[in-house]
């Protein structure tokens, strides 16, 4: 049930929500706001529910129901459901809305609720339209909106909706979700750290751009320990040297190695574990060896400015190079 995963990954959205359904006095309008992969969605598809649902506990729909399956499916006449993320809502697709809507409730249920996900694409002329619509509510119509943007918004509508805000969720669990998803434990460890998206999280996984990014620094390191000289020969000339053939794949690479660089040193300074060999064999190695993990980190986040004025990657890496080995190489 998705009411129970709201309450554990977002209680302070589902206490308001909670308090408003219990008391059957939800507000005509909700902004849910927060950044990608927070739950919006799905808390606005529940909302819904538990307006139509005529099966509810406590004011929450039972998620179990036809309308609560139809409403979910997106297949039920009195919710409208709007996309902002395929593309930009025009006048028109609030018209709809509202003709719509100015009709008697087609279902049984007599409520109707539109949602609009990715709000702030929008035309001027289509959220002036809604703006309208959203000032003469009627008792048996909820409105959710939904933005990561909310900065992007007409003031004027934001001001009109009861805002819920939504907390970027956990590292943990994305890292639970990684594992869930059949990717190994050192690489749900990395990415879990490095996106604030579940769908982001599993691109990133696929992309070889990071995947060479692991590779390297794994095996940079293990050369860094051993030998500077043959660690600096590795990455000038390997790694992230695919040249004018794909250098934007390069760039995205080092990128990712720089983040994965950030996550060792933090790993190491806290004397994290991950049930990964090559990663604890990399930890161990760096606490024989007297690891400089300030020097390495300043050096890494110079690097990260750098790579943003830059064009020239290899000038970067170079910088990165001589900075980390304390320019005794
Ligand atoms: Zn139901």
Same mark, same amino acid.
């Given at each position: ?45 529940? /909302? ?105 918004? /007409? ?49 990133? $996984?696929?992309?070889? $751009? ?24 590795? /990455? ?5 040297? $695919? ?87």
């Amino acid at each position: 049930m998705f009411r129970e995963t709201l309450a554990l990954q977002q209680p302070v959205v589902y206490q308001i929500l909670d308090n408003a359904l219990k008391k059957e006095s939800l507000s005509h309008c909700y902004l849910f706001a927060g950044t990608r992969g927070t739950l919006k969605q799905e808390t606005a598809f529940l /909302l819904a529910q538990s307006v139509i649902c005529s099966h509810k506990t406590d004011g929450w729909a039972c998620e179990e129901c036809l309308e609560c399956i139809r409403v979910k499916d997106n297949n039920y006449v009195d919710l409208i459901y709007l996309d902002g993320s395929k593309g930009l809502l025009k006048i028109e697709h609030i018209n709809t809305i509202q003709n719509q809507f100015s009709q008697t409730a087609v279902e049984a249920a007599g409520k109707k609720v539109f949602i609009i996900n990715d709000c702030e694409n929008m035309t001027l002329k289509a959220a002036n339209s809604l703006l309208k619509f959203i000032e003469e509510p009627s008792d048996n119509v909820t409105g959710i909106f939904i933005t990561s943007q909310i900065d992007r918004l /007409l003031p004027t509508i934001v001001s009109r909706c009861q805002k819920v805000s939504f907390k970027p969720l956990p590292k943990t669990m994305y890292y639970d979700f990684a594992i869930e998803n059949g990717i190994d434990e050192l690489n749900s460890h990395l990415l879990s750290q490095m996106v604030q998206d579940r769908d982001q999280l599993l691109e990133i $996984s696929q992309q070889e $751009s990071y995947q060479n990014a692991v590779r390297t620094f794994v095996e940079f390191m293990n050369y860094f320990f051993r030998n500077k000289k043959t660690a600096i020969t590795y /990455l000038e000339n390997n790694a992230f040297a $695919s040249g004018q053939s794909d250098r934007k794949n390069d760039r995205d690479s080092f990128q990712y190695f720089l983040n994965i660089a950030n996550i060792f040193t933090d790993d190491y300074h806290n004397n994290k574990s991950v049930d990964d060999d090559s990663w604890t064999d990399l930890l161990e190695k760096a606490h024989d060896n007297d690891f400089d993990s300030v020097r390495f980190l300043t050096a890494v986040s110079q690097a990260r400015d750098a790579l943003i004025r830059s064009a020239n990657l290899s000038l970067v890496i170079d910088q990165l190079l001589y900075r980390i080995s304390g320019g005794d190489n």
